[in-house]
């Protein structure tokens, strides 16, 4: 497969490697994606760089967050079936060194969720980490009342976002 990787921390144009990788194999509780997006966040960033952590693997393909098609599934795998549209979090990260900054990944199923089929893939990929942060912001301290609500709402109709 075509993966884009690092072996070094540091600027991108200095350390990031577009090549190929043998393409991974769902293991048992796994499923494969082929991505169709992937997301890059503030932490990617920063890990690429040298700024977050420190190089925790000897190779890293870059990005946790993705979009695309289930096309493998490991034993036990029981939420999926080959052809469902997915997106997903925490590719490169919690003990994981290869991200969605290449044409596959294996997850374990509970990273992986449905897409709906009117949403896009590159939207799917901004649902991670992204989404889940601003979901947290809004919701982690109980309910939003009513004006706050439909002020949030008539803001992301005005940006584009899907509509409730």
Known sequence: MKAVWY???GAAPTVLTV?????????PGEVRVRLEASGVNPADVGRRGGSYRGMEFPRV??????AGIVDQIGDGVTRFAIGDRVWLFNGQRNGRAFGTAAEYITLAEHLVTPLPDDLSFA?????????MTAWCCL?????????????????????GAARP
């Open 7 to 9: 072996e070094r921390t």
């Open 19 to 27: 090549g190929e990788m043998e393409t991974p194999v769902a293991g």
């Open 61 to 66: 393909i870059p990005n946790s967050d993705g």
């Open 123 to 131: 939207a799917g990929a901004t649902l991670g980490i992204p989404g």
């Open 139 to 159: 919701y982690g301290d109980g309910p939003i009342a009513a004006p706050v609500r439909s002020a949030i709402t008539r803001c992301s109709w005005q940006n």
